[in-house]
T-cell receptor, first 111, second 114 residues
Framework: GENVEQHPSTLSVQEGDSAVIKCTYS??????FPWYKQELGKGPQLIID???NVGEKKDQRIAVTLNKTAKHFSLHITETQPEDSAVYFC??????????WGAGTKLIIKP | DSGVTQTPKHLITATGQRVTLRCSPR?????VYWYQQSLDQGLQFLIQ???????AKGNILERFSAQQFPDLHSELNLSSLELGDSALYFC?????????????FGSGTQLSVL
């Protein structure tokens, strides 16, 4: 079955620097790749997603890139701010199958 | 605010007991999902309902059961509780239940089994 690996498990960056979180998936038929942000004490919230017919998608300071050949996709956050501190989850799905989630990355923004 | 309401926010109980967690989806959403998140762990999919019918099942224990009622709210029942069941339980909802659709998560119910 599908497996999603997420790295790193913890990422600490200086405020204003960029952060990159990477996920790899095993099933080449996967075609939907969302990223969720979970702030302390809250449920996850979708921040960006990408489908397999697109290589890159951007929304202000956040971007996601997809490399179908290598079966990996990455979240890029530029000009990081304190409010970006959270746990980020990637996921992948195909067809009628449920989302398979990565283990999460704790992002720490140092002032 | 996601529009998904979960009650209670916190629940403390003893081993062997039974509890019920409740979820009201966003207005207009027909599908409800239940997830378990243990300490420092990722999200484990338990079960999905669509318009009152079970649509998909994940790693849900036999001691756990769920249902979605005609008014679309859902309940997750956990019985014969064990210490290892202590976790954060999330409910999420979506419009049609398609797997490539945005999920809206509630704030969760923190279950502590003592």
């Amino acid at each position: 079955g599908e497996n999603v690996e997420q790295h790193p498990s913890t990422l600490s960056v200086q405020e204003g620097d960029s952060a990159v979180i990477k996920c790899t998936y095993s099933d080449s038929a996967s075609n939907y790749f969302p990223w969720y942000k979970q702030e302390l004490g809250k449920g996850p919230q979708l921040i960006i997603d990408i489908r397999s017919n697109v290589g890159e998608k951007k929304d202000q300071r956040i971007a996601v890139t997809l490399n179908k050949t290598a079966k990996h996709f990455s979240l890029h956050i530029t000009e990081t701010q304190p409010e970006d501190s959270a746990v980020y989850f990637c996921a992948a799905s195909k067809g009628n199958y449920q989302l398979i989630w990565g283990a999460g990355t704790k992002l720490i923004i140092k002032p | 605010d996601s529009g998904v309401t979960q009650t209670p926010k916190h629940l403390i109980t003893a081993t062997g007991q039974r509890v019920t967690l409740r979820c009201s989806p966003r207005s207009g959403d027909l599908s409800v999902y239940w997830y378990q998140q243990s300490l420092d762990q990722g999200l484990q999919f338990l079960i999905q309902y669509y318009n009152g019918e079970e649509r998909a099942k994940g790693n849900i224990l036999e001691r756990f059961s769920a249902q979605q009622f005609p008014d679309l709210h859902s309940e997750l029942n956990l019985s014969s509780l064990e210490l290892g069941d202590s976790a954060l339980y999330f409910c999420a909802s979506s419009v049609t239940g398609a797997t490539n659709e945005k999920l809206f998560f509630g704030s969760g119910t923190q279950l502590s089994v003592l």
